[in-house]
Nanobody, 113 residues
Framework: QVQLVESGGGLVQPGGSLRLSCVAS????????MGWYRQAPGKERELVAG????????TYADPVKGRFTITRDNAKNTVYLQMNSLKPEDTAVYYC??????WGKGTLVTVSS
């Protein structure tokens, strides 16, 4: 069965960095585009970044452009989200997503001094 397991969240000060990882299993990872979403308290889940199956195409939500970078390693069945220059408004649970309605359980990112 499809499994997505996120890790790398935590507490970081404004301006700091974190790298999230999502390890996938149960499907042919290299055949699917992947995405990172986030959900802040009291808000709807929103797309943060997406990456094509080969990694050749990436997309970003406007609030994170220039600060976040999505990459993937198909040999390791892993997709990453490098987050730099973090802001308090980036505080959210971050979820890994695969097309077809598959989600991980999420990892909490808290940006606070």
């Amino acid at each position: 069965q499809v499994q997505l397991v996120e890790s790398g969240g935590g507490l970081v000060q404004p301006g700091g960095s974190l790298r999230l990882s999502c390890v996938a299993s149960g499907f042919t990872f290299s055949s699917y585009s992947m995405g990172w979403y986030r959900q802040a308290p009291g808000k709807e889940r929103e797309l943060v970044a997406g990456i094509s199956s080969t990694g050749g195409t990436t997309t970003y939500a406007d609030p994170v452009k220039g600060r976040f970078t999505i990459t993937r390693d198909n040999a390791k069945n892993t997709v990453y989200l490098q987050m730099n220059s973090l802001k308090p408004e980036d505080t959210a649970v971050y979820y890994c997503n695969r097309r077809g309605g598959y989600w991980g359980k999420g990892t909490l990112v808290t940006v606070s001094s």
